[in-house]
């Protein structure tokens, strides 16, 4: 097994340090990089929310309602609770008449430290909008509308809807979803654990029904467009995977999940990838994704400097003087 790290030295001792699960692999499956970890079950979390978008789309539920591409992105992200989050899905909730304790997915403040510090000076009270899940749970609640579904126990694991979801899983994973490995999300909304080679499969299928005609290649269209067109509103303006999809020039589509995973495919290149960092921390993804696109040349030079602009991989204390360093062993 090759072991990689990502570690935070101080002076040259190293402080502290994480390890990763890596598996990057092309159209034609075969493997570019690997730490031999490929047989593992991780919880994805919300780095799948596109594949859990799709039943979604297939609803006609955007034309229904006339959503615009901005709120599909929305279906997939994982906001961070900025003012133009919550005005899109203000929007997109007054679309479809509805008020946001319809919502099952619970309330946290902003995670966008500059939202949340506004959201304090103004002593405005947060809802479920704010919740980083807010628009995958409204696109659940919007198809189970148009298709005259109970939307009371939208979340049920029988529910029609997450049935749907489920056979896209079946779909991309060429394997049947277990309810052994059924689980809750924080959210609420089923999650389900895979290992990680099937999900590096459903991420070649997910680029192939992009770039060929395939089953569901109208759905992940307009998915994969409407995040590329608007990168900030898969995450927001501090997240890794919006910094990633814009420094790229909108070639590689990319997703962060809660406990240190993030997925990325390069839509051109057929590549994809699957990280995982096995004690959760996800402060280390900066350095990882950039070494790792740096190692397998799937962004040019230019590219990665623009990354590197937005992270200092020397580590600074509150005078602003260098103590230290990011580095992962690729």
Sequence with gaps: MKEITTSFLRANLIESSHKLKILVMDKNNKTLFSTKNDS?????RSSIKIFQAIPFIKSMAVEKFKLNSKQVALACSSHRGEKYHIAEL???????????NILKCGIHNPLNTIAFEKILRSNIKVNELYNNCAGKHLAMITASKIQNYNIKNYLKFNHPHQIAIRDIFNY?????????NYGIDGCSAPQYSFRIKDIA??????????NNKSKYSKEVKLLINSILENPKYIGGTDSLDSKIITVSNKKIFCKGGAEGVFLFSDIKKGVVGVVKVIDGNERVLPSVMYNLFKKLKIMKVSELNNLKKYYDFNISNHANIKIGSIQTNL
């Design 40 to 44: 593992d079950y991780i919880y994805p």
């Design 90 to 100: 203000k929007n997109w909730l007054k679309k479809i008449n509805f008020k946001n």
């Design 172 to 180: 991309f994973s060429e394997k049947k979803v277990s309810k052994k």
């Design 201 to 210: 499969k459903m991420l070649i299928k997910l680029t192939d029904n992009y």
